[in-house]
């Protein structure tokens, strides 16, 4: 039953994450949601592993999750899931883009689109903020409150990533570079 689950799920994301590998992360984060698959905090360490190896992020992390779910098959049957559904979605684009692709509903639809993606990619940053940011396990009490305040924040997170920002859009390098970086920062620093 398990694998069916996974392929279903998957399938779902697969249809679903219109927009890329990044598409992908708010779907993830209602399996972990709804299946508790993963934690909070394995989520956003498989992300921040499916984002550093080579592969598209959806696919590695359906085979990340399929395989600590449910061994190898659950691996191999979760990253089948998610990719079916693209063979599928490409093979009937591509038969009929040429035809319709300067229609105006599909302009249209693209023009919705695009933004509804970059809302959905921004809303699981912001989660993925939150995790890496904040020590939501802490309570705050306004006794003590600049203490609380520094347990409550993760500062040094919150520094490595505007340093990491600022660096990437200065000088745009490849962001295996910076993954690389703050790796062994946060090794160093024991993030």
């Known amino acids: 039953m398990i694998y069916i689950t996974l392929f279903l799920e998957f399938f779902k994301i697969g249809i679903f994450s219109i927009g890329g590998g990044l598409a992908t992360l708010p779907f993830l984060q209602k399996l972990v949601d709804k299946y508790e698959w993963l934690s909070s905090q ?3 360490d498989l992300i921040a592993i499916a984002e550093s190896t080579p592969g598209p992020i959806g696919i ?6 399929g395989y600590k779910t449910a061994g190898l098959l659950g691996g191999v049957v979760a990253t089948l899931g998610i990719v079916v559904p693209a063979v599928i979605i490409v093979s009937i684009i591509a038969h009929y883009f040429m035809k319709f692709n300067e229609h105006v ?10 933004p509804a993606v970059t809302g959905m990619i921004a809303a699981a940053g912001f989660q993925v903020a939150v ?6 396990g802490n309570s705050i009490h306004f006794s003590n409150l600049i203490n609380q305040i520094y347990d409550f924040i993760n500062i040094k997170e919150i520094i490595l990533f505007i ?9 745009k390098r490849h962001p295996i570079f910076y ?13």
Do not use: D, H, P
């Open 163 to 171: 340093v990491i920002f600022y660096l990437l859009e200065k000088y």
């Open 131 to 136: 995790v890496s940011f904040f020590n939501t």
């Open 60 to 65: 590695n992390a359906a085979t990340y999750m």
């Open 42 to 44: 394995e989520l956003i």
């Open 105 to 114: 509903l599909v302009k249209s639809a693209f023009y919705g689109l695009r």
């Open 179 to 191: 993954l690389i970086g703050a790796a062994v920062i946060g090794i160093i620093f024991k993030f």
